[in-house]
């Protein structure tokens, strides 16, 4: 198919070796069919009643990703016809992260409340066509006259009320006359209809609320279905992309359209499959109630599927929208393991990560035939994956940290690690043998490991040397630094926290071991390393330094551990 606007040689290609997603070919047809002059405009529609989670991602990578592979545009359009749960501080998260994640609005920033006036204006021409009418009952009535799909509603009393009338209290209902839901504006379309979203939906409410940008200004206020569709039609967006649920609405967004629309152009709304990602909630409400409740700490808590926590956690943009494109878009909802994500996520890191040595579970590690006061560097490589990220120069002396885990006092056959009479190699430096150990009277607990080292076995020397099996990690004592660690864990303890026992709520389902802080021992490399900076922690996992760091104790977040853990519990389930 020819491919009008993907004239460029990279999306040619892309072209060729990926298949096209569902909304690609519609997108492709219209193009061919010079839909809407050719042009391919998309925009994102949050609400601003939240902080944008992984969720919201897929949606961003697929309406920017769509506009560049057109070379369209996308706008960013705050959904903010309801002045109660808004605010502020999310207008300004919301684009903190959709520039964080790598894309760009230029100066197409939209309110749905610039619209206000013009969407009052299609309402009364709706009224004066004989399209709307002003509806006087509780909504309670209202709602029973509606009635259930497979049987036909009943009319308002009001529905064939002269059009002057309705005009005149539309007019009082701008104007504050009425209190909140003692009025309501709604289209006449079809009580019959088997799709109940047509059944005379409302158009506007009666709302005395201050709205954080329009001020006092009104006190009606546009339902989601007439302002949204309106706000495509006035900014020229020519494919609406929404999650799945929408579907029904459909017929709704199209019959509004039909109302306003005289030229060529008109938008068309196309939903796709919301994600779903197993071990986490992605409801803004649950999401709002864990930080209420202080079950997390705060929005950017970095346990949550926000986009603000995932930053928080360690995660990469790259690694975000690498997964959106792995996932792809289908029309079927489902759930994605979210080990895919952290998959993505290693993928990107292991890539990237400076890797540095720390020890989270230190114990003493002494080399008995190591002269006291010598301090030699060791050369370490910052990450074999990128030579250009070259070498570092670790200290090495007589006592280090190892981890306790590195070592057993009574080993089974197959560990290769440290233990009396055995020899392992200690990272970038030299084959130790362990002579003894010493313990705490009281607790019995290993307190100092001794041993040997062979000056003949320095890495890096290219001599031949004896092999050994086991290589572990370390940090000089004099020299390291202490270091804050944060284990986070998955935040939910099943795969679908929405199912809860009889009575309870997602919140039964919250795992209690998701955060452990730790300390732990760290080269000195990182002590200039700044909030966002990421590691890896060899043998470990990656880290990502935290905004609470400060310069007499650095504090890193687990972001992932080296291997997928939760693998091998389900397996062994
Ligand atoms: P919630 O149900 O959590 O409140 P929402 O859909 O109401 O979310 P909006 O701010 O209205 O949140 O969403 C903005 C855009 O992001 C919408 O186009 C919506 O379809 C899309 N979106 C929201 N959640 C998801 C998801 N889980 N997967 C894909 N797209 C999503
Ligand atoms: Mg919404």
């Known amino acids: ?228 569709g309106e706000s495509d039609f006035i900014e020229k967006i020519t494919h609406s992309i929404c999650t799945i649920e929408f579907e029904v609405h459909r017929p709704l967004y199209d019959w509004f359209l039909d109302q306003i629309v005289e030229g060529e152009y008109r938008p068309r709304q196309i939903e796709f499959a919301r994600l779903n990602l197993s071990y986490t909630v992605m409801s803004k409400r649950k999401l709002l109630q864990l930080v209420e409740e202080k079950l997390v700490n705060g929005w950017d808590d970095p346990r949550l599927p926000t986009i603000s926590g995932l930053r928080r956690r360690g995660f990469t943009p790259e690694s975000i929208r690498n997964f959106a494109d792995t996932i792809g878009v289908a029309k079927r909802n489902n759930v994605i393991d979210v080990a895919l994500l952290e998959h993505s996520l290693r993928n990107d890191l292991n890539k990237k990560a400076q890797r540095v040595m720390a020890v989270i579970d230190p114990v003493k590690l002494i080399i008995d035939n190591y002269p006291d006061d010598k301090v030699e560097e060791m050369d370490a490589v910052n990450n074999p994956e990128d030579e250009t990220m070259g070498k570092r120069k670790v200290p090495f002396s007589k006592v280090l940290y190892i981890d306790s885990n590195d070592f057993m006092e ?80 998955r935040l939910f303890v099943n795969e679908n926290p929405d199912v809860a026992e009889e009575g309870k709520d997602f919140k039964s389902n919250l795992n209690f071991d998701s955060l452990k802080v730790v300390d732990c021992k760290i080269e000195p490399f990182v002590k200039d390393a700044k909030a966002e900076d990421k590691f890896q922690f060899e043998r470990q996992g990656y880290f990502c330094v935290d905004k609470d760091t400060t310069d007499q104790k650095p504090v890193f977040n687990r972001t992932v551990p080296l291997r997928d853990s939760w693998a091998k519990k389900n397996k062994k389930q």
């Open 1 to 228: 198919m020819e491919n009008k606007s993907g004239t460029d040689k990279e999306s040619n290609e892309n072209t060729v070796k990926k298949s096209l997603n569902f909304i690609e070919n519609i997108i492709e047809e219209d193009l061919s069919n010079n839909k809407n002059e050719s042009r391919v405009h998309t925009r994102f529609p949050p609400e601003p009643n939240g902080y944008l989670h992984i969720g919201h991602a897929k949606s961003i990578c697929l309406n920017f990703g769509l506009a560049k592979k057109y070379n369209g545009l996308c706008n960013l359009r705050f959904d903010d016809t309801n002045p109660t749960k808004e605010e502020v501080e999310y207008v300004d998260s919301i684009k903190e992260d959709i520039k964080w994640l790598g894309f760009d609005w230029d100066d197409r920033e939209y309110y749905a409340s610039d619209y206000f006036d013009q969407l009052y204006q299609w309402a009364v021409k709706l009224i004066k066509d004989g399209k709307a009418y002003v509806d006087e009952q509780s909504s309670e009535i209202i709602g029973e006259q509606r009635g259930i799909p497979t049987k036909d509603g009943t009319e308002s009393p009001f529905r064939n009320r002269p059009v002057e009338e309705s005009l005149e209290l539309f007019e009082k209902m701008k104007n504050g006359e009425f209190p909140d839901g003692a009025k309501v504006l709604r289209a006449k379309v079809d009580m019959n209809s088997p799709n109940m979203h047509m059944r005379d939906p409302a158009i506007y409410r009666v709302k005395h609320a201050t709205h954080h940008r329009t001020g006092n200004k009104w006190c009606i206020y546009p339902m989601y279905d007439f302002a949204h």
């Open 410 to 489: 009574d080993p089974p056959r197959k560990f290769f690690r440290l233990a009396p009479d055995k020899e392992v190699r200690l990272r970038y430096a030299y084959i130790i043998k362990c002579t003894n150990v010493v313990k705490d009277e009281n607790t019995g607990k290993i307190t100092e490991i001794h041993c040997t080292y062979d000056p003949e076995t320095k890495s890096g020397m290219g001599k031949v040397q004896r092999k050994v099996k086991g290589t572990i990690h370390w940090v000089s004592a004099d020299h390291a630094l202490d270091a804050e660690v944060r284990l986070y864990d």
